[in-house]
């Protein structure tokens, strides 16, 4: 356990992340316990100021890229969108197995055989036929 005033020693940044906003967001919680990080090969030292410099500066390309991948997703939405593509997965119930549900259940048939019937969970079965719709 590390307490305050300690370093975190590491051979390898690589070691310590798999991402860079990982590794920023450790060094950042390592700072608020006031423990120091030091990367050997890398020649990091948060204890020094170029080494939180360093880090800083990797906050920000971490920062950059998440906003670019925030802006390429919506660019590709909306171009789906355009192509008249539409977003999630088909929905499991579909008009005629509403009509079929409300038919059945009416008949007096149990929502479980029901739900059986059309290939759906009991609960699925309520969402798409709320209880008014069933007499």
């Not at 059945?104 to 929502?111: Q, R």
């Not at 479980?112 to 209880?131: E, F, I, Q």
């Amino acid at each position: 356990m590390l307490r305050e005033g300690d370093t975190l020693v590491v051979w390898k940044l690589d070691r310590l992340g798999r991402s860079v906003k990982q590794l920023v967001d450790l060094v950042g919680e390592l700072h608020k316990q006031d423990v120091q990080f030091k990367s050997l090969t890398d020649s990091i030292d948060t204890g020094t100021p170029s080494g939180r410099f360093f880090f800083h500066v990797m906050a920000s390309l971490a920062e950059m890229e998440r906003e670019l991948i925030v802006e390429r997703t919506r660019a590709g939405l909306d171009v789906a969108r355009q192509l008249g593509r539409k977003g999630g997965r088909k929905p499991k119930m579909t008009e005629s197995k509403i009509e079929s549900a409300k038919k059945l259940l009416a008949s007096g048939v149990p929502a479980k055989d029901v739900a059986k019937n059309l290939g759906v969970s009991v609960p699925t079965l309520y969402r798409w036929v709320p209880a008014s719709a069933q007499a």
